[in-house]
């Protein structure tokens, strides 16, 4: 009878043990994909900036764009903080369309392209996506 309730004691302790470290690697696999969104928040938040001193150095060069502009501020004064994966996706949708507008109109001036402010900027905005992806 001794026999069977040690074997039932460490039985009992085997499945606590396997719980409890199933919980953990639960809780941290949470943590880690808590982090990484949160990683992700940080460039697209980076990114909204960085668009919006792109535009604001193109203003300069193209004073009759300004429905792309006005485009851009529209997005830019939306929440930075996305409920979910596909809220992100949307977004992140409308703002490359966005974005492709104002690479257009950057390339209507060639004085524009030649900038050291705009193309630093460039540069950024392309470490970024980079990032992002």
Excluded at 52 to 72: M, P, W
Aim: a negative charge; charged letters at 20%; one cysteine or more.
């Amino acid at each position: 009878m001794m026999y069977y309730t040690i074997a039932a004691g460490i039985f009992c302790a085997a499945i606590l043990a396997w719980y409890l470290g199933t919980f953990n690697l639960l809780v941290q696999s949470r943590n880690s994909v808590d982090q990484a969104w949160s990683n992700i928040e940080v460039e697209l938040k980076r990114r909204f900036d960085l668009i919006q001193n792109l535009v604001e150095t193109t203003k300069g060069y193209a004073k009759h764009e300004a429905d792309t502009f006005r485009d851009v501020t529209a997005m830019r004064a939306q929440p930075q903080k996305f409920a979910d994966a596909a809220h992100a996706n949307a977004a992140q949708q409308q703002m490359a369309a966005t974005l492709a507008q104002v690479m257009i109109v950057a390339e209507s001036y060639p004085q524009l392209r030649a900038d050291q402010n705009f193309l630093q900027l460039q540069g950024q905005l392309t470490e970024t996506e980079n990032r992002i992806a």
